[in-house]
């Protein structure tokens, strides 16, 4: 690469795994753009293509693989100026296996410096930089910029000791972000949208364990976002069940702005499992959390996880699985394939006793008996009027969201547009007669559930 100026370049990110790692990769483009680099609509355009990587589980791994080559593959046969990187968990996880397997990456960096890329690619490929606040503004090309929803990172890292778990070793001991921090994420993100871009009515709190930001400290951040008049609603994800869950969930009856919504994974409830996931044993504190919630109003709604298939689970601690969904109601559930990593406690020290193909059925045998419960809840819904959250419109519908779902990752509610309305521009829709064809992103109208399908509801606005 000849030396040139940041502005005569552009960058291309790709973000691969949870909502954590699109709060680095902001923190990514924000220092390239304050450089004067340009962002691509697409990798092909690129002069930097960065990839923010996860090495969670196998799967993660494959899709960073997958995505590393595919990414050389575009340079290879179509942009051979291009410089590819590696960013985040897997470096941090794999550092000598990717310099060594894979010498065509241009450069490499971990998960402690997205807020350096800017710096550290101008520095290794000789690029003059500039400020150009007009960068700020133009990164409303990026998709995200386009969406009423944001993420926050409110801590770092992870003091915990689970039994599967490889965070702490990639992302380091916890470290908790005081409350200007996060009025430095807000203001980033407002200068990454620009004046015209779409506003930011739902914002999410992410951390790999986000109780242990301690409930005084969240409670200080959730009061400074509350004030904000745009946002309407704040959204708490990836709580870890230990007892301080109690307490914050007082905080519910002061700031009506949380949605009534608890994202906790409990990754298990057979004691005997727990214990040797290096997890909390007491399921009776998961069912006290379920009630307390469930007490502030009925319709507050429970995401939660397990593992499937952890060394030692035979049918018993699975029937526990089964009875605990049965008994409870679990509104969102997320089940994984236990996944044997080198590096973590189990994967060194224990020895699997489930295959992959048993793994899968209970899989699915779990997935069916928890279909069955919240179809049971959701069709009562049907009637219900509730304000939502618009977040897209394409494809001839609209996409909305309750207060009870986390973006891009639980149910969503869609409205069909109307035939001649499909495909006209959002200037043109605002001005039309119709309730449903007047919507814009962001726009938060009542709508009444006319219907349940599976992890969807269709909708009417009122």
């Given amino acids: 690469m000849n030396k040139k100026s940041a502005s005569e370049m552009s960058f291309h990110i790709e973000t691969l795994g949870c909502p954590k790692n699109r709060v680095d990769s902001r923190r990514m483009r924000t220092s390239l753009l304050n450089l004067g680099y340009n962002e691509a609509k697409k990798p092909e355009a690129a002069d930097i293509f960065l990839i923010n990587s996860c090495s969670f589980i196998r799967e993660a791994q494959e899709e960073t693989i997958s995505t590393v080559f595919d990414a050389l593959k575009i340079k290879e046969k179509k942009s051979p100026h291009m410089k590819v990187g590696l960013v985040g968990c897997f470096v941090e996880r794999f550092s000598d296996a990717v310099k060594n397997d894979i010498p065509e990456l241009d450069f490499t960096i971990g998960t402690q410096r ?7 690619i101008s520095e290794k490929f ?10 700020l503004a133009a990164a409303s090309i990026n998709a995200d910029s386009h969406k009423p929803f944001a993420w926050l990172r409110i801590a770092q890292g992870c003091n915990r000791s689970c039994a599967f778990c490889i965070i702490p ?14 009025e430095k994420q807000w203001a980033d993100e407002l200068a990454l949208r620009g004046a015209h871009g779409t506003p930011v009515r739902e914002v999410v709190l992410v951390s790999q364990d986000t109780i242990s930001q301690g409930v005084e400290e969240i409670e200080r951040i959730v009061a400074q976002l509350s004030a904000k008049d745009e946002i309407e609603w704040i959204r708490l994800q990836y709580l870890f069940p230990d007892r301080r869950v109690l307490d914050l969930l007082d905080l519910w009856a002061k700031y009506p702005k949380l949605t009534p919504y608890l994202d906790i994974p409990f990754q298990h409830v057979s004691p005997e499992i727990l214990k040797a996931m290096k997890r909390p044993s007491d399921t009776g504190l998961f069912r006290e959390i379920i009630d307390r919630a469930h007490a502030i109003t ?25 009875k605990f969904i049965a008994g409870h109601r679990i509104d969102k559930l997320a089940l994984f394939r236990y996944s044997h990593e080198a590096g ?15 793994k899968y059925r209970r899989i699915n045998q779990l997935r069916e008996a928890h279909l ?4 049971q ?41 109307p035939y001649r309305a499909s495909g006209r521009s959002q200037d043109d829709l605002a001005s039309a007669a119709s309730p449903a064809t007047a919507c814009r992103v962001g726009d938060m109208p009542l709508v009444e559930l006319k219907a349940y399908t599976e992890y969807s509801f269709l909708g009417e606005i009122v």
Avoid: C, W
């Avoid at 070793?169 to 996060?182: A, C, F």
């Avoid at 499937?308 to 699975?318: A, D, I, L, M, S």
């Avoid at 973590?344 to 048993?358: I, M, P, R, V």
């Fill in 114 to 120: 997205y807020h350096e890329v800017g710096g550290l």
């Fill in 126 to 135: 000789s690029v003059e930089t500039a400020g150009h606040a007009a960068n």
């Fill in 169 to 182: 070793k990639i992302r380091g001991e916890l470290k908790t972000y005081p409350v200007d921090s996060i």
């Fill in 298 to 322: 009925p319709d507050f709604e429970i995401r939660t996880s397990f593992i499937v298939g952890f060394p030692g689970e035979e049918e018993k601690h699975f029937a526990d699985l089964e």
């Fill in 344 to 358: 973590t406690y189990a994967g060194d020290k224990l020895q699997e006793n489930t295959s992959d193909e048993e």
């Fill in 372 to 375: 069955e419960t919240r179809k």
């Fill in 377 to 417: 809840y959701a069709t009562g819904l049907i009637g219900r009027r509730e304000k939502m959250l618009v977040d897209e419109i394409a494809g001839g519908e609209i996409t909305l969201r309750r207060a009870h779902d986390a973006p891009e990752s639980d149910e969503v509610v869609t409205i069909p547009l």
